[in-house]
């Protein structure tokens, strides 16, 4: 549980709050690559950390963020014409580049010399990984992308999408962390009665595992941790990154199974089995962008892959559908599409796609969640532990300490979930050294892939 004080900290994300300043010493996801696809294409709207800006491409491809108010009278900028490396608002013309200089002040006479002291608020950006970043911190102490893998692959080796979540970034960030909701929130209803079906592909998973323990894919090895104990034991541990949370189950009389789900400072998740992970950035304080992508290191994603993913028929741990505006088509307004005789028949939840799962459950708590009314658990710890990081972290750069994760883009590279098998000797601290050893190797990958 919480004090009101620190739940105010830990979501409130505006100009000026502790949590907000903190987020803006790091690249924040903006847009994806595509919403501006050709130089003096339409501009783009743009909402983050409760600023409202506007994005263009200008006639020599360069990418522009301005605050979205012209100075001049405070006409939106959105509806400016995009022409001539610039943005022109409509209202009277006032004419701005992509770093916020006036280069046309059409009302005033030719021989004033007011335009050069007109400037419009304008922000970094930098284009990688199919997405367009942000940078809305101090603009004299810009550091580098983050080497995340999604940025490091090739066009072919990765799919990035996004959706509007109605719902505070925290709430969202706290569901991409937490393991133990897996069995429940996007359980299938054989596991849940444990029927005879289920009982058999069980056994078959353990016969192969005893088999063969190489021979289970990391999915089914998750598969089958999920199958054979419900109680998973959730750790902890600080990182260069951000944290390293475990959830232990028995997987057989030897050994135990670990799920290492990452989180990397200050709202990324990676969470093992799929290749790839999330990222839950606030727009304002009672929304978020949740960004997941898919990465692979040793091949090119397949078009069948895409497409399932952007259409949701990966079960929804991709592309949820969205409309043109990335708006979820399951949402708070139809009940995220919930049919009862499928909560009756086949899932724990009667909503279809894990993606839609989380929503409902995560928007259902409210816009911003009170946190000094909850009651935590044991397997609670890493949002606890990722609670107090972040909280640190803010209180830190209150008194003048930077966070060291922002001007060290290193820091991020080749980071992934993992899952493990070790023998019940070996403690969860040995785990995160074996999961950081085969990062390194994975980190080898990447780097190929960026030279190729």
Known sequence: MLSREENEMLTRTGAGTPMGQLLRRFWLPALLAEELPAPDCPPVRVRLLGEDLVAFRDTAGRIGLLRAYCPHRRAHLFFGRNEECGIRCIYHGWKFDVDGNCVDLPTEPAESNFKDKVKAVAYKLREAGGIIWAYLGPQDRIPDLPRLPLTQVPPDHRFVIKRWQESNYFQALEGGIDSAHTRYLHG??????????????????????QQDPDSLSPRELDILFRMTDKMPRVMAERTSYGLAIGARGTISEENYYW????????????????????????????????????????????????????????????????????????????????????????????IYGTGNQDMAAQVSMGPITDRTEEMLGVTDVGIIEMRKLLLNAAKDLCEGKEPPEASNPDVYDGVRGVSLVRDKKISFEGCVKDALAEIERTKHKFRELSRS
């Open 188 to 209: 299938r209803l054989d596991a849940y009665y444990n029927t005879p079906n289920y009982q058999r592909a069980t056994e078959s998973l353990r016969q192969r595992y």
């Open 259 to 350: 799920r290492i789900n990452q989180f990397l400072m200050p709202f990324y998740t990676m969470p093992p089995r799929d290749p790839g992970g999330h990222a839950f950035v606030p727009i304002d304080d009672e929304n978020c962008w949740v960004w997941t992508f898919c990465v692979m290191a040793n091949r090119p994603l397949t078009n069948d892959e895409i497409y399932s993913m952007r259409t949701g028929q990966t079960d929804g741990r991709f592309g949820a559908p969205v409309d043109k505006e990335y708006r979820p088509l399951a949402n708070k307004a139809n009940d995220f599409q919930l049919d009862r005789q499928l909560q009756r028949t086949f899932n724990f939840t009667g």
